[in-house]
């Protein structure tokens, strides 16, 4: 069986760094991307980004580009993203999530990570 | 636009059908996905390449496609099915993955 499992839930003051993580199981994790979707309180999705943990080719999208970082240890089966200084306005739940083979669609999601800026 | 665009809501009473649509030019060249998400939850598939169906997803799911609209048919909605429903696409030779706004059904 599939699973992604992501790290808990984060309360972070502006300013802070923070690395979230998802671990996958149940396949090769090496050979699908893994991509990161914002959902910001009562909103809606948006795509963040995605890695290929078999060489860390990893792709943003232009609003998030240069607002954090994407990473993954293939060693360790783990998918990261992570921020140097958050602010109030990342506030949101963040999900990771497997591409399908077809790589245009996320066919396996986490369970979530929550994390809350506030000072 | 690289936008795909949704109703905000959808309302039905139980037994009856639901429909909602995703508008956009992106749909024209490539395939779109459904998601259902029910409060305090993770997306889920319902949908894939338009018109496929997950194990595990009722029957009474279905999805079509005409030009840049496709449409997610709920068919006998139950309570069960009250969620907010996303569509999708995405082309990794463009870099490029879109959500729709998302729509809320009501099941009333």
């Known amino acids: 069986e599939v699973q992604l499992v992501q790290s808990g839930a984060e309360v972070k003051k502006p300013g802070e760094s923070l690395k979230i993580s998802c671990q996958g199981s149940?396949?090769?994790?090496?050979?699908?991307?893994i991509g990161w979707v914002r959902q910001m309180p009562g909103k809606g999705l948006e795509w963040m980004g995605i890695?290929?943990?078999?060489?860390?080719?990893?792709r943003y999208s232009p609003s998030f580009q240069g607002q954090v970082t994407i990473s993954a240890d293939k060693s360790i089966s783990t998918a990261y993203l992570q921020w140097s200084s958050l602010k109030a306005s990342d506030t949101a739940m963040y999900y990771c999530?497997?591409?399908?083979?077809?790589?245009?669609?996320?066919?396996?999601w986490g369970q979530g990570t929550l994390v809350t800026v506030s000072s | 636009s690289d936008e795909l665009t949704q109703p905000p809501s959808v309302s039905v009473s139980p037994g009856q059908t639901a429909r909602i649509t995703c508008s956009g030019d992106?749909?024209?060249?490539?395939?779109a996905y459904w998601y259902q998400q029910k409060p305090g939850r993770a997306p889920v598939v319902v949908m894939y390449?338009?018109?496929e169906r997950p194990s595990g997803i009722p029957d009474r799911f279905s999805g079509s496609s005409s030009g840049t609209t496709v449409t997610l048919t709920i068919s006998g909605v139950q309570a069960e099915d009250e969620a907010d429903y996303y569509c999708?696409?995405?082309?990794?030779?463009?870099?490029?993955?879109?959500f729709g706004g998302g729509t809320k059904l009501t099941v009333l």
């Open positions: 992106p749909l024209a060249k490539q395939y």
């Open positions: 890695i290929y943990p078999s060489d860390s080719d990893t």
């Open positions: 999708q696409s995405g082309d990794i030779t463009t870099n490029y993955w879109v």
């Open positions: 999530a497997r591409l399908g083979s077809s790589v245009n669609w996320f066919d396996h």
């Open positions: 390449k338009d018109s």
């Open positions: 149940g396949y090769s994790f090496t050979s699908y991307w």
